[in-house]
Structure formats: C-alpha cells, structure tokens
DNA sequence: GCTTAGCACTCTTTCCCTCTGAGTGCCAAT
DNA sequence: ATTGGCACTCAGAGGGAAAGAGTGCTAAGC
C-alpha cells in the first residue's frame, strides 16, 4: 500500500476529524484546514482513490467519507501521531492512581475503573502469569471447631485461600504437622509434578489431619494451572456514551454478551502483532458482534512473573492515539508501583506533584 | 386503603399483565381474562377509582392503565402471589449453583454473575459483617528480598492479604518472631482497642522486624473497619433488554452512574421496613434518577458473623413475584452451602438432582 | 343501584409525502 | 495536475392525514 504524502495527510485528517464528530467528513472540510492547500475538488479526487483502495468508505453516495477497518489500521500503524497529554490530564491521571486498596486483585479492579472513568469507556484488566508458577509457602489456620483455612503462597507472589469445613475434628498441632509436611514436600514442584504417589506419601506422613491431603491438593493444583486472574470488566455503560451505541442499546448489548470474561482472556490469541500496546479493529476481532467494535489494550509489569494487561473497548471509531497515551501513562505508573514500590499505594513518581489529599 | 375484592383482583391483573407486556392496560384486556365476569365499562369504573386513588397512572388520555409507585406497592406488600418456580427454574437455578471457585470474594462474585443471569437483570452481590470482627491469626510470608507477605485472618473468616516491600532486609527468623508478637498481642482486640501505646509496645517487642509494625496495624485497622466486604456488580447492560430502557440508553447510563458501589452499600439504610426480602420501588428510592428503577434485595446468611446480600436492580414495571422466587431459591440454597457444607463447591441440598458435569 | 352497550372524543403512533441541504462525480477550463 | 461549476443523489427533517386504541359518559337493562 503505497499512499502520497497527499493522501497520508487527507487520511489522516478524515480520522482525526471523524473521530472527533462521529460524521462523515466531506471535502470540504478537508479542504478548508489550514495546512491544505488544494481545493475541495482535488480532496475529492483524492477520496475516490482512498476509497477505491479501501481505505475509506462511504455511508451513502452523499454523504461525506468515513475511514474503513483498513483505514484505521494504516492509520494506527503509519500515521497516528503521539498524543501529549494536557497538564489537566496528566493531573487527573495522577489524582486517580492514588489506589486505595492494598490487596492485589482489589488493585487490579480498581485500576479497572479508573482507566474507564478517565477514558469514559468500558475497561478492563487482567493479570496474566507470564512463568509457570509453584507453590511457594502452605498455611493452615484454625478457623473454628471443624472450619479450616488454607492459605497458599505462590511464587508469583499471590496469596489465595480457602475455608476448608471438616466432619472430623483436628488439632492445632495436628495442622502444624500438617502444614510443616507441605512445605517440606509441595513446594517448588510444578503443576506437572503433583501425582497420586505424592498424594500418598503427604497423606502418609500428614498425621492426623491426613484427610485434609486431597482438598488441599486439589486447591494448589487450581491455582497453579490458573494461567490468567480475574478479568475486571467495568464501565460497560460508558459505551453508550458513544453515539454509535446512543440509540442501538441493542447492540451495546451484544458486544458485551460476546465480549464476556472468557472472551477477553482469549483475546490476546488473536493479536496481529506482538508488542506492549495492541489494537484489535473492529473486524479484526473474532466475533462478528464486534465488527464495530475495537480494543485498545495495553501490558505492564507486575513483579514476580506476573503480567497486567488493561484494555479499553470503544467504537471502532475511537481516539486511540489519546486512548494509547493515557494507555501508557497508567501503564508505565503502574509498572513502577507494582515494582519499585515500598508501600504500593503510592507511587513514589507521582509522590511530588501529588496533593490532592481526601480523607 | 381499602379496595374491593374485585378492586383488587383488578389492580392485580393490570400488575401482572403490565409487567409482562410493559404496555398500557386496557379496561378490555381485563375484561377478557377467563376468570373476570363483568364488562369492560365496569372494569373502566373501577379503574377509574383506582386511579382517584392514586394506584394507577395513565400515560395519557387515551392509552390504558399502568400501577403507579403506590400501585406496585400495594401489590407487594397485599396481592403478590408466591410464584411457583417450574421445573426448567429450579433446573437451570440448579445447574448455575455449581460455583466452581473457592475463594470467599470470588464466590460473591460469581454469585452475582448467576443471579443476573438467571433474572436477565443486572444483580449485585455484597457481604456485611454482623457483628465487630476481631484479628484471629497473622502470619508473615518471605516473598523474596525485602518482599513479605502479611496475611491476616479475621473473626469472620475472612482472609486478607498484604504484599509489603522493605527497603531494609530481614530475616526468615525476624518474621517468625514478629508473627509471634503479633499474635500474641493483636489478636480478639477490636478496631477501638488499637491505639498507640500498643503499637510501641509491639514495635519493641517486634524485634528486628519492627519497621514492619506500623505497615501491619494499619493494614489490620483497615480491615477490621471494614464493615462492608466488596460490591460486586454485574450484567449493567442486561438493563438495556428492558424495553423502557430500550431505547434510551442515556437512562440507563444514569442509573449505573447513580447505582454505584458506594450506593448499593448504602442501600439498607432507606429500607422501608425490615426483613429478609426488601424492595425498593422506583421512587421510593433516594435517589431521582432512580425514580423507575426498582431493587429487590434478600439477605441470606454465611456463616461466622457475616451476611450477604444478593440483589437485583431493574426497572419499576418487574416481576417482583418471579425476581423474589428466585433470589429465595438462591439466597437459601446460598446459606445452606455457606454454612452445613464441608466443600462449599457442593451444596448437599443439590447434590442429588445435580448431574451436569461440565469439565 | 349496579351493570352494560353504545358512541363521541382524545391522543398517540404510523405512514407518506415533500422539501432541504450536504456532498458527490464528472466535465471543461486553467 | 488542479480547479470551478453543475447536475445528481440521497438521508433526514418536517408536516399532515389517517388509523387505532382506549377512555368517559350517557342511557338503557336487570
């Protein structure tokens, strides 16, 4: 695909403006943009090519151009310019990663909601395990008579626990043992390596408080096959904000009962390229319910193996050099948080200029 | 109040046949049904004094009867009918009770997900403590150089968790200790207990570790204050399938921007009466923008000082008596699980006629 | 006195028609 | 190659008119 500087420039502008007005954009309005300087007539001919090469399209013979799947992909990949964030923004985006909570899938739910709220688009995260993960520490804690808790360490340094309830009754000492037996034989071993020998041998040596062995290690097993974690889908209705889901909630509606938790954690399958910020458009998505549809998603580190994705949903018709910058923005304050930090719940980048104190 | 028999078996059709049509009734519609024997002009005079009476409305002169706010609720609280669930229900409610996940959090989501699913409404779920929790266990968890994980459990059992990084080091052996001192000293001590003398007290006794000390109280405080656990909201845009919400999408956006978290925490404050079933109708909220939205919400138990809260948002014209059936079949089969089972995956009120094994 | 048939009236909804205006495509001139 | 000009197209807005549903009222009936 071979365009001019000409028609990269008409091309883009027709994005930029139509991502702005969400109307066709005529000639003139091209014509009249103070870096262009051809008449309307030329910005006609011009179209007709883009549009012959599939570039744009055309709602209806009168009306003005849109850009095509195609044309927001050349753009993405070609002439998207870095979006500067405004000191308004950059502020608001601060004010925001003042993150509240302190347990991690808390965290990654609210960084769900802010990313929407600062987009005005549904959003979402994910975290990602990006090694193979073992048990790193087992915990077993008296809850009550009968009522166990298991807590599990694994090596990507979450923490995930379960209320165990027992017809029989053990002791505290008993756990002990029990748990002194887990660490000693279940740790460090990969999903691969748990099997029914294993299972006798801990059952064996677990004492008294041997029938807790399956449950227990079924649990770990869970956890350690669990590739992805939780996906915080939040802000659905943001989409109708957008005037193309204004008046077809019907449609709204669809996207999301394609695009459900199960789907978002398979999206990264369908990927074009490879990289830290991706863009699926519109038609470029799997389902035909979300050829109108793109998604804007975007990586950032999470010590220990882990891997955070945040994803904004919009129309295909989006602003995704100001998404991609905002994008980055939390992504790379997140990385640092998650990373570097003493206390996660503030980033020490943003410690300065950050005074907005509530509560 | 007092209404007629025939008043009321009136007033109970225009309810129950506007809520499946979402369309105006008219004085003949009632007039046909089988087992309503008189002519549609005594059903107009009747409605006609129904409306004097403020339980209907007309949304103009000529289209039929609609309840008002007082209609539905008259309709609760007197003519409501127990709704039988039919087999395909208690079937599909059966099959959705299979919760896979484990974790407390997780299971309240989850929880949620299935219940607007299964009313084709959005639902939220939350838990609230009954009574003052208290710590029962710390435990401190090396993740890794000048990483450690605080995992706290509490009297509801709760378990919550920390991941705090250092810049100083300790040793496996620091923590060991201070986990002592921390249960020794901080745990069956309410929120109002802590104060600073203790936190001396302990940051002494903690040893090498004790820079962690302030970390851990804090965290410990936060938890304890904690008197709601996480609102879980889901299947906002099942609304839009509501045909008042069809096509007027900025309605719905409102409501969700109204009905946060925050708010559905607060929601049992302006209850108008007590019990284990709650309705909210349309006005009746605090809120205007809700003034045709309705909440239904039932509380079941889970044990250890907690309760939940399951409830389903949608709009005033809602079919109360089939919403509340099945938020009961949830919300006992819900308390049976969360408290006689052993492995809360399997309530044993299901286990018989539960035979679809996915997986 | 309650009930009912009949009828005029009201008001929304739908359909169709026209008109307007934006924007195109092409042609001839520069 | 670019431009001004012009005929053409088509979606969307506006405006009745007609249809249809349902009411309220009145007068007759049981």
Redesign the interface.
């Known amino acids: 695909m071979e365009l001019t500087d000409r028609q990269k420039q008409i091309l883009r502008a027709i994005v930029d403006i139509y991502v702005s007005t969400a109307e066709p954009v005529g000639s003139k309005a091209i014509a009249a943009l103070p870096d262009v300087s051809c008449s309307s007539a030329t910005i006609r001919n011009e179209m007709a090519e883009l549009t012959q090469m599939g570039l744009l399209e055309q709602p209806h013979t009168s009306a003005g151009r849109i850009p095509s799947p195609a044309g927001y992909r050349f753009y993405i990949d070609e002439l998207m310019q870095d979006y500067r964030l405004s000191m308004d923004e950059t502020k608001s985006l601060n004010e925001a990663l003042e993150l509240k909570s ?5 965290m990654m ?1 609210q960084v769900g909601k802010l990313v929407s709220k600062m987009t005005d688009l549904p959003a979402y995260t994910v975290a990602t395990r990006r090694s193979e993960a073992v048990a ?2 087992f ?1 077993l ?1 008296m ?2 008579p009968g ?1 166990i ?1 298991l ?1 599990l ?1 694994l090596s990507d ?1 979450q ?9 029989v009754s053990v002791t505290e000492a008993d756990l002990k043992l029990l748990a002194a037996v887990l660490n000693a034989s279940l740790t460090d071993l990969t999903a691969e390596q748990f099997n029914g020998e294993l299972l006798e041998k801990i059952t064996r040596a677990g004492g008294a408080a041997g029938t807790l062995v399956p ?1 227990v290690m079924d ?1 770990t097993l ?1 956890c350690l096959r669990q590739q992805h974690g ?1 996906v915080h889908l939040t802000g ?3 989409l ?2 957008q005037p193309e ?3 077809a ?2 449609k ?2 669809e996207v ?2 394609t695009l459900d938790e199960d789907m978002i954690s398979n999206l990264p399958a369908v990927l074009p390229k490879d990289g830290p910020v991706q863009f699926l458009v519109g038609p470029e998505n799997v389902a035909k319910e979300l050829k109108d549809t793109s998604v804007v998603m975007m990586r950032f580190d999470i ?2 193996g882990m891997q955070g994705t945040i994803g904004v949903v919009g129309p295909t018709r989006m602003d995704y050099a100001k998404i991609t910058a905002k994008l980055g923005y939390f992504a790379e304050n997140l990385g640092r948080m998650f990373q570097k ?4 719940a503030m980033p020490p980048a943003l410690a300065e200029g950050n005074n907005s104190t509530k509560e």
């Open positions: 302190q347990e991690f899938d808390k739910s790193k520490h915990d804690i809850a009550g009522s808790i807590v360490m340094d923490v995930k626990n379960k209320l165990i309830k027992l017809p449950l649990f869970e939780d659905q209705m943001r109708l904000g889901y204004r008046d909630a019907e709204a509606q999301f009962e010590g220990e930090t003493e206390n996660p």
